[in-house]
C-alpha cells in the first residue's frame, strides 16, 4: 500500500458507494457536506462520475442461454408480485422476465391465481325454498301486469335508442399514474417528467 | 478440441465487434437519454407548454438518484422511476410496470449540435435531435452528471411548444436513497393480447395493460416521444373535464387538456371511448388521432340493437 494515502483511498471508496445508493442516510450526508465545501472533491467527484459513464456505455456481451444453468426465478417472482424485493432484485427480475418467456408465463400464472384468490365470494346461504308460485287464481292480474312489462319494454328500448346512455365521467388522475410509472420504465424519462402534475408558480 | 473452441471463441469476438459497432451506430440518442436517467442531481425545474393558444407553466423539485426521480412541490412527493410510480402522501396506489417490449429508436431521428458552454458554472453540451432536418428537441445536458439542464420541444414548423428549465442544480441528491426502495407496489403485468390499435402514426404499440373501469390501456413510443392509451366500452362523458378545451383535426371535434409536461386528448367514437396523454408533437399527434377511431356516434338502429343484443 506504499504511495496510495488512506484518506483519499476512503473518500474515493465513499463517492463510489455514494454513487451505487450503499451509505447511510448519516454517510450521505457527510459525503455531501464533503462535496459542497471542497472543490477538489467535486472534482474527484466528477471523475468518478464520468469513468462510471464511461464503463456503461462498454457494450454487454449476452452470454447464451445454454451457457448458463436452469436461471429461472422460481420463488422470487411471488416476492415480485407482492413487492417484496429490493429495489435491485426488482430490476433484476423485470429484466430477466423480458427475456425469458417461461418465467413470464408463470407470473401471467401466480398473478391470476393472486386475483382469483382476491376475488372469491363469502360463503352464503341458501335461498332455494323461497322461489315463490304464481298461483292460477292471480292468472288475470299476470296478463295485465304481463301487459305493462310490454308497453315498460318498448319505452326502454325507445330510451335506448334515442337517449344518450353515458357511462360516468374519466377521471384523469388514475389514469395520469399509469402513463407516468409506465413511461419512466423507457429511456429518457428523465429529460421530462412525462406528465407529472406540476402546481403552478 | 483446440479448432472449436477457437470457433466459439472467433465468433465471440466477432459478436463483440458487431454488438460495438451497431451500438455506436444506432444508440446515440439512446446513449444520453439512459446517461440522464442514471444521473444524480437535484435541483428545481421550471417546465411549460404552449397549445393552440393555451399556455401552461409549473415548477417542480426534482431529486433524482439510483434511476428513481423524486418529484413534486409542497408536501406532495412521488417517487417515479424504472416503470414505478409511488405517491409518498398516497402509498397504497403505488404501481410497478413490467415492461416486456422494448421500444428501438426511430431512425428518422439524427443527433447535432455538441457545442460546449457553462451553465451554475458546470461545463454543459448542447445536443439536438433532428428530424428530416428540422430540430424537434433540443437538450442542454451536465458533461459530469450526466443530468439534463435544459430541454426545448418544437413543432414540424420549428415553434417551441415545450421547455424544462433547472433554475437551481446541485449535482447531488441528499437524503433520497432512504425513499428508493420504500414502498409496496401493486404489480403490472402486460396483457396477454391486446385490443388497442398495434400503432398510430410512427408510433407503435409496445405493451397493453389492464386500466380502471375494464379499460386496457397501450403504451406507444417511437423510442424519443411516447402516449399512453386508454380505451374504454361504451360512452364516457368527456365533455365536462375540467380545463378542456376543444380541439378539431380533420373536421373531428376533440377535447384537450393541457399539462405543463403533457397533453391530454379525449374523445367519444361510436362504441368507446378513448383518453391519450402524451408528450408528443402537435403533428406527430395529429397523425396519431388520424389512425385511431375517429370521434362520433352510431345511428340510432344499431346503437338500440348493439344496447339490446349486444
Redesign the interface.
Known sequence: MAGVNPLAYRREELFSA??D?E?T?AE??F??EV?AGDEEA?EE??GI??VR?AL??L???EIPGWLLPDGHLGEQLSA?????L??DE??RV?DH??SCADC?AE??DL?RARIAVRSLPGVETGQFDQIPVLPRSRRRRAVAAGSIGIAAAVVV?LG???G???????T?D???????????????????????????? | MIAPRLAILGT?VV??VT??VS?ALADGL???????????YSGR???GTTWGGVQE????D?R??????M????PAY?M??????N?LDSPD????????A??PVNHAYDIAGGELSTRFGMTTKTIDIVENGVVRMR?VIDT?????LE?E?FDADGNRF?F?NMVDFS??A??M??Y??D???????PL?EAGVPDGAGRYRLI?A?P???EAE?G?Y?DG?F???L?A?D?????S??ENGHAWAVDGFEYVT?I????V?V?WNAPDQ?F?L???LPPDHLEEVVADLPRPGQRN??V??WR??FG
Open positions: 455514494f454513487l445508493g451509505l442516510k450521505a450526508e459525503v455531501n462535496l467535486m467527484f466528477r462520475q464520468q459513464r456503461r456505455m457494450p454487454d456481451l415480485y408480485l407482492d413487492g417484496e429490493s429495489a426488482q430490476r423485470s422476465v423480458i413470464r407470473l401471467h398473478d328500448i335506448l335508442a334515442f344518450g346512455q353515458q357511462q360516468p365521467s374519466i384523469l388514475d389514469l395520469t399514474s399509469q402513463h407516468i410509472a409506465r413511461a419512466s420504465a423507457e429511456p429518457g424519462f428523465a429529460v421530462f417528467p412525462a406528465g407529472i402534475e406540476i402546481s403552478a408558480p | 465471440l459478436a463483440a454488438l460495438t451500438a439512446n446513449e444520453y437519454l439512459e446517461e440522464a436517467d442514471k444521473a444524480v425545474q421550471v417546465v407553466m409549473g415548477i417542480v426534482v433524482h438518484f439510483g434511476g428513481m426521480a418529484v413534486g412541490s409542497g412521488t417515479i422511476g424504472q416503470g414505478k410510480v405517491a396506489s403505488a404501481l410497478a410496470y413490467v415492461p416486456i422494448r421500444a437538450m459530469a452528471t450526466g443530468a439534463t430541454t420541444v415545450r424544462s449535482p447531488s441528499a437524503g436513497e432512504d428508493v426502495d414502498g409496496e407496489y401493486r404489480v403490472m403485468l396477454d405493451d395493460y386500466a380502471p373501469a390501456h403504451f413510443t424519443l411516447r402516449f399512453s386508454f374504454f361504451g360512452r364516457h362523458d368527456v365536462n373535464i387538456v399539462k405543463p409536461a403533457a391530454w379525449l371511448t383518453a396523454v402524451g408528450d340510432w338502429f346503437r338500440a344496447r339490446m
